[in-house]
């Protein structure tokens, strides 16, 4: 399995490949290969900054000779007329790195200020926003960094850190009990000491898995307010606990209140908008 920085380098090269091609024509074409530049990441929308770390490894990666001079840190609250950082060097490498930067930066603090609006929402509450895999194909690692930058947490990365039973599991293993059963058998067998979360239609499910005992989380799926509030208190401390299905910035309050330590949101990640930014040349 591929470590983090690995996902990353991958990420850049694919980036590179897509972008650069066999060469930045325009770029060569018309701007001799010594001249020199700057160039400054100019902020143009109020938000959340995420991204700096990422944008720093992209100059790194494809000029170690390119200089930046970090003004603003991942994770701050900026508006229109900052300056998020310089980067200098030959003006090939600014030309040739500018969108990379920009595509990924302008994704990257999208999602953190959008994280920050739901985590702002319900701070003063014991529950946390988390992250779905509802994710643009590649980018995953990128973007459930931004959610954390913003505030939110990461639910699972991918599909081989947590066991978690869906509808479609349950349904095709015959149940409950089965698909429960399988999976403590499963991880017994294989030496792996990962976290099972099953998810539950209804309170009859709630009670079967309940039942059954030995799990670290139950999603409460689709549940209105009052069911997951009674959901709460029938499982009293005896697992973690997550809302999700359907919920929005308008209804995260009202289940927060109701109790459970997470509540997912796919749209913390799948429908963003950028934050617009720019990354210019300094005369």
């Known amino acids: 399995m591929k470590s983090e920085n690995e996902l990353i380098e991958d990420l850049l090269d694919l980036a590179f490949a897509e972008d650069i091609g066999d060469g930045d024509h325009t770029t060569l074409c018309c701007i001799p290969e010594s001249q020199k530049g700057k160039a400054q990441l100019l902020i143009k929308e109020?938000?959340?900054?995420?991204?700096?770390?990422?944008?720093?490894?992209?100059?790194?990666?494809?000029?170690?000779?390119?200089?930046?001079?970090?003004?603003?840190?991942?994770?701050?609250?900026?508006?229109?007329?900052?300056?998020?950082?310089y980067v200098s060097g030959k003006e090939r490498s600014l030309?040739?790195?500018?969108r990379i930067v920009l595509n990924i930066m302008q994704r990257m603090s999208g999602i953190a200020t959008q994280t920050n609006k739901y985590a702002k929402e319900i701070a003063d509450l014991h529950t946390k926003v988390i992250d779905t895999r509802k994710t643009t194909p590649g980018l995953r690692i990128l973007e459930k960094m931004a959610v954390k930058i913003g505030g939110g947490g990461n639910h699972r990365i991918g599909l081989f850190d947590m066991i978690l039973l869906k509808d479609n599991h349950i349904d095709f293993a015959g149940g409950i009990e089965n698909a429960v059963s399988n999976a403590k058998r499963y991880l017994k067998e294989k030496g792996k000491n990962l976290k099972i979360e099953v998810e539950v239609r209804n309170l009859d499910e709630l009670?079967?898995?309940?039942?059954?005992g030995g799990v670290d989380r139950i999603m409460l799926d689709n549940f209105d307010t009052e069911t997951t509030r009674k959901a709460v208190k029938i499982i009293n401390g005896r697992c973690e606990t997550e809302s999700s299905g359907g919920i929005t910035f308008k209804t995260l309050r009202s289940y927060a209140e109701c109790g459970v330590d997470f509540i997912s949101v796919g749209a913390l990640t799948h429908s963003v908008k950028g934050l617009d930014m720019s990354l210019k040349a300094v005369k």
């Open 46 to 85: 109020e938000g959340v900054l995420a991204g700096v770390e990422i944008a720093k490894r992209v100059f790194a990666k494809f000029d170690p000779e390119l200089q930046v001079e970090v003004l603003i840190e991942d994770g701050a609250h900026v508006k229109p007329g900052d300056i998020a950082f």
């Open 95 to 98: 030309l040739q790195t500018e």
């Open 207 to 212: 009670d079967q898995v309940l039942k059954i």
